[in-house]
């Protein structure tokens, strides 16, 4: 199969899973819905300022006063019989202490506490119980007091839903599946990808990317979360959902730049590293200054957001304009990053102009008041993951193929003992050390007759097989090596010297087993020599001084050739 049709493959799968997710969704969707919800929006009056005004329809009527903090705000209507029993009345709220009262009876209230202190009251959806029986307080007057702790807190009245009470919070969250989804799954793939760098990290693999896609993740997931309401789920402290919301979103470009440092870095001049640089240190001062504004309760987050707007906006037109994210010449883990990044920042400016056009138009009830920047960041996100994916499997590729060419630089290709380059490596090491060790030379002897009379094929078979014989009398005493031709080479660290003897009487009994079908026997000179026969030859009286590893291999080869020259095996080179 190619590579082409995998990707194509792959691509349709995608697109089939999330149609199929979505249907699935959707389906949840249907099945959670009230479908007999009543509109509460007609029959209200309004009394602002000492005036008292008739409203046709609250979700059509734009504030003509500017609202001020410290203002009231006062919604009237009588209840009528045709309401459900168990009956709660759902809207959301804005910046403001909530009062309800039936016939001055208060029947619910939110965020008084912390709108006495002065502190952010919050936002949020109001659920509102009405009273068991509805023919109970048909005809009772019900009043809904705002009192609002920021300036222009309001400038359309909300939208009024009843329905039974045991549907109350299923209908909304059913009503907001679609981004409850998107939510939880940003969430729960920010955690999952927190735990993945710490993983990671810990086995040395490099893990900023895949920490700064969590986070993002995680910031976006749970700002989602708070800014459609859908954290009541989890929380009803309306202050700590609003901080949660706009704290998430003020810190959420760090993560985005950053994850863009690490992208281009190497790749891209000075200039636009410093410009990324810049961008995130920005973002820092604004989180800092805005936060310590808001728990200080000298501006809140509210009336910061212009701040993080325009922030947001000048970094996005510096992202265009020197093409961070546009360039051709990047491989393919940063063409998808730099894809996700491109549809990121896309969903950003249409959710800046989304949120303009609603709050300057008073279109708070309209299809504006949905926001887009869930779906962005959730085909980011995805493309984030794809994009780590195949970075990981470059990173692991890239480490083959190191791990191979070690292999070949230190491996002997014939009998896959290490080689002489092994051999001077550990040379160095030892002569970095104090300790004691035995160094074996072994030359084979026969290779020369097997090779004239025999051909160079079963040369190499009576080196595969000594090579063997070798290797497995030293496993776990010494490193064997093939130092080249019919050379042998075994280093035996301290805690094995006394075992030498042992393991040279275990390999010649291993020659004998596989010799067997050779043309001649396994037969081999060898000669022992140690460091510490060095040291007590040449320092008997001065300070010592440990020789180097070359010095006991040339007294160990000058043993070998000095057994050679005794043996009467016609198979010795003479």
Partial sequence: ???NRQKIIACVGAVVLVVLITLLVADFR????YDSALEFNHGWTLIFHGDT??????????????IV????LILRRTLSADLPNNSVLRFSAYHAFLEAYRDEVRLYSNGEEKYNKGSLVGSGVNFIYMGADAQVFAGRTFDLK?????????NVLPSFVVLPGNYA?????????ISLTVALFLLLFGILTLFLSLGALFYGVSFFRILMIGILSLCLGVWTLCYTKLIQLFSFDFAFNTNLEYFTLYISPLAFTLLLIHMRHGQTSKKRLWGLIAIASLDVIVVVITSILNFTDSVHYPKTLWAFHAYAGLSLLYLLIAGITTKNRFDASTKILAAGATTFGAFSLLELARFHLMTHFHLNNTILSITILPIGTLAFVILLGLSYIVYMYYLLTEKTKKDVLS????RDSLTGLYNRAKCQQIFEILDKTTTDFAIVSID????KHVNDRYGHNKGDCLIKAFATAFHEAFAGVGTSIRMGGDEFLAIVRMEHLEEVDATLAKMAELQKKHGKGLPIPLEAALGSAYRHELLIKENKESEAIHPKAEDVYRLADKRMYDMKASMKSKLVRR
């Fill in 1 to 3: 199969m190619t590579d």
């Fill in 30 to 33: 249907k099945k959670g819905l």
């Fill in 53 to 66: 005004t008739a409203i046709e329809s609250t979700d059509k009527y734009a504030m003509s006063g500017k």
């Fill in 69 to 72: 903090k410290g203002d009231s």
């Fill in 146 to 154: 705002f009192h609002f702790s920021e300036n222009d807190a309001l």
């Fill in 169 to 177: 919070y299923g209908d909304y969250y059913a009503r907001h599946s």
């Fill in 407 to 410: 292999v070949i630089a230190y």
């Fill in 444 to 447: 084979m002897n026969g290779l």
